[in-house]
């Protein structure tokens, strides 16, 4: 019998979907796997494919032990397809088909919605591991060198999964979806990442841990919206996806709050009170708390930008056809339809910006960014906490979200982080205050040394308060093995 919790290793690719009696699929993922590799290969820095990294591998579906820690090189990682268990008589939990059951092929009327929604999912996955593959050079200890790879192995992972559902269910065009998500490339001229945010570079391991706190967070709403698909390989295939997701947000947020906590200690060794002393802070070679705030107010804004439209009629429809629902959609409790409901919605109207009430079907994606600032603004307070705990005067905080966007409503005005509209010129001189300058950039980037010894850590950022798989503060989570 086929075992759909446990991972099977009778095929060249692990998976719990029973590859090795679907010969068609099988042969045409196999037929991908080489350029995978080679793209793999092409990307991460040499000097890191031999060295052993202590990784976890998913080896179950199973909630309660899914995954295996062992040292593995990297690209001898087992990428695989694992899909979460069939929910027994599982229906459509919203749109006009609510209730029916859900599909286990692709609807034949929303074949091209469905592909174009898995294949933006697809393409941010590998973007993400492109936007980090210098990072290992600079990485501040062997911790946190093992979580890059480890989030660098799941989003792997991650593009193996919606590959797995074109090559399944989208026959030839599937075919070419899937060779082009390895054509397409993260800030390519020619071939780029389709959304903007994943073609910005990630210079450094501050903006690293603002982009797993961040944009995959934003990852996290879009599976979570997935997940509730009426078309049920989809849905299965994000649920399992959460469960890795959740340890990229971990590294972002205490890779955040270790720097915080650092910067902190330093400050009150040195005996400086005030946070902005910048130049005296920098001396102690850490990061000083307003660039920080800087940090994360361009990439939460850059995140925001990724909800697309706030008024979008492919978001109602893709609602509306049951493909896509809403961030847990099964809690919410309404019709699931929204023919009558309305919606808040912000607009900037005669220089002022104001709210309106819309049909809710068309305010989708402004839902779920709103779901994605309250998920986000949780993690903010635990960032406080530190500054608080060792009592500096300081207080981070998400800006408005107006602030610096490129996409939707409020991309036509300049607007402050706390909400108010000013004029472009005023915003030439004062955005340096808000966002990163070149001169930000270059003195984080001075700091961005490798600390490869085990138990030790960079200047700018505080050892972990407990280990990976409850390791020792010495473990030596990457052995390293330079050319
Ligand atoms: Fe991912
Ligand atoms: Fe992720």
């Given at each position: 019998?086929?075992?759909?919790?446990?991972?099977?290793?009778?095929?060249?690719?692990?998976?719990?979907?029973?590859?090795?009696?679907?010969?068609?699929?099988?042969?045409?993922?196999?037929?991908?796997?080489?350029?995978?590799?080679?793209?793999?290969?092409?990307?991460?820095p040499?000097n890191f494919?031999?060295?052993?990294?202590?990784?976890?591998?998913?080896?179950?579906?199973?909630?309660?032990?899914?995954?295996?820690?062992?040292?593995?090189?990297?690209?001898?990682?087992?990428?695989?397809?694992?899909?979460?268990?069939?929910?027994?008589?599982?229906?459509?939990?919203?749109?006009?088909?609510?209730?029916?059951?859900?599909?286990?092929?692709?609807?034949?009327?929303?074949?091209?919605?469905?592909?174009?929604?898995?294949?933006?999912?697809?393409?941010?996955?590998?973007?993400?591991?492109?936007q980090q593959r210098f990072l290992g050079k600079t990485a501040p200890s062997l911790y946190d060198l093992?979580n890059l790879f480890?989030?660098?192995?799941?989003?792997?992972?991650?593009?193996?999964?919606?590959?797995?559902?074109?090559?399944?269910?989208?026959?030839?065009?599937?075919?070419?979806?899937?060779?082009?998500?390895?054509?397409?490339?993260?800030?390519?001229?020619?071939?780029?990442?389709?959304?903007?945010?994943?073609?910005?570079e990630t210079p450094d391991w501050l903006s690293f841990f603002m982009f797993t706190?961040?944009?995959?967070?934003?990852?996290?709403?879009?599976?979570?919206?997935?997940?509730?698909?009426?078309?049920?390989?989809?849905?299965?295939?994000?649920?399992?996806?959460?469960?890795?997701?959740?340890?990229?947000?971990?590294v972002g947020?205490?890779g955040v709050?270790r720097t915080?906590?650092r910067t902190?200690?330093a400050?009150?060794?040195?005996?400086?009170?005030?946070?902005?002393?910048?130049?005296?802070?920098r001396e102690l070679g850490v990061i000083d708390?307003?660039t920080i705030?800087k940090k994360?107010?361009l990439h939460?804004?850059?995140?925001?930008?990724?909800?697309?439209?706030?008024?979008?009629?492919?978001?109602?429809?893709?609602?509306?056809?049951?493909?896509?629902?809403?961030?847990?959609?099964?809690?919410?409790?309404?019709?699931?339809?929204?023919?009558?409901?309305?919606?808040?919605?912000?607009?900037?109207?005669?220089?002022?910006?104001?709210?309106?009430?819309?049909?809710?079907?068309?305010?989708?994606?402004?839902?779920?960014?709103?779901?994605?600032?309250?998920?986000?603004?949780?993690?903010?307070?635990?960032?406080?906490?530190?500054?608080?705990?060792?009592?500096?005067?300081?207080?981070?905080?998400?800006?408005?979200?107006?602030?610096?966007?490129?996409?939707?409503?409020?991309?036509?005005?300049?607007?402050?982080?706390?909400?108010?509209?000013?004029?472009?010129?005023?915003?030439?001189?004062?955005?340096?205050?808000?966002?990163p300058t070149k001169a930000d950039g270059d003195f984080i980037q001075s700091l961005m040394k490798p600390c490869y010894e085990?138990?030790q850590y960079a200047s700018w950022i505080a050892?972990?308060?407990?280990?990976?798989?409850?390791?020792?503060?010495?473990?030596?989570?990457v052995?390293?093995?330079?050319?």
């Amino acid at each position: 019998m086929l075992d759909l919790i446990n991972v099977s290793y009778d095929t060249q690719i692990p998976n719990n979907v029973g590859l090795s009696s679907d010969k068609r699929v099988l042969k045409a993922l196999e037929k991908w796997h080489p350029g995978y590799i080679n793209w793999w290969n092409d990307l991460i820095p040499d000097n890191f494919q031999q060295s052993l990294v202590y990784l976890r591998t998913a080896v179950s579906v199973d909630p309660k032990g899914w995954t295996k820690f062992d040292y593995v090189k990297m690209p001898e990682y087992r990428w695989g397809i694992l899909l979460a268990p069939q929910v027994e008589d599982r229906t459509v939990p919203c749109g006009e088909h609510i209730g029916e059951p859900a599909w286990q092929e692709v609807p034949g009327e929303y074949r091209s919605l469905l592909r174009r929604l898995i294949v933006i999912q697809g393409d941010t996955e590998p973007a993400s591991v492109e936007q980090q593959r210098f990072l290992g050079k600079t990485a501040p200890s062997l911790y946190d060198l093992r979580n890059l790879f480890q989030v660098n192995v799941e989003e792997g992972r991650h593009l193996w999964a919606m590959v797995y559902l074109l090559h399944k269910y989208f026959g030839a065009d599937g075919r070419e979806e899937a060779d082009d998500l390895l054509r397409r490339s993260s800030g390519s001229e020619e071939a780029p990442r389709m959304l903007g945010a994943f073609n910005e570079e990630t210079p450094d391991w501050l903006s690293f841990f603002m982009f797993t706190y961040f944009t995959d967070r934003d990852g996290k709403m879009q599976l979570e919206s997935l997940a509730q698909s009426g078309f049920d390989p989809l849905s299965r295939s994000c649920r399992f996806m959460l469960t890795e997701e959740a340890h990229h947000m971990f590294v972002g947020e205490t890779g955040v709050g270790r720097t915080i906590q650092r910067t902190c200690e330093a400050m009150n060794e040195a005996g400086i009170e005030d946070p902005y002393d910048i130049d005296r802070i920098r001396e102690l070679g850490v990061i000083d708390l307003p660039t920080i705030q800087k940090k994360l107010n361009l990439h939460y804004t850059l995140s925001l930008d990724l909800f697309g439209q706030e008024i979008s009629t492919n978001a109602a429809n893709a609602f509306n056809s049951g493909i896509k629902g809403r961030f847990l959609e099964h809690r919410i409790d309404d019709d699931h339809r929204l023919n009558s409901a309305t919606y808040n919605v912000c607009s900037v109207v005669d220089g002022k910006i104001v709210t309106e009430e819309v049909p809710a079907l068309t305010a989708i994606n402004m839902r779920l960014r709103d779901d994605y600032v309250h998920d986000a603004s949780g993690g903010i307070g635990r960032w406080n906490k530190i500054i608080e705990k060792v009592g500096v005067q300081f207080a981070l905080a998400l800006p408005h979200e107006g602030f610096h966007r490129k996409i939707g409503v409020f991309s036509t005005v300049a607007i402050t982080p706390t909400g108010e509209i000013i004029s472009s010129d005023a915003w030439e001189t004062r955005s340096k205050d808000w966002l990163p300058t070149k001169a930000d950039g270059d003195f984080i980037q001075s700091l961005m040394k490798p600390c490869y010894e085990p138990g030790q850590y960079a200047s700018w950022i505080a050892p972990p308060r407990v280990g990976i798989d409850n390791k020792p503060g010495d473990f030596e989570y990457v052995k390293l093995h330079m050319a």
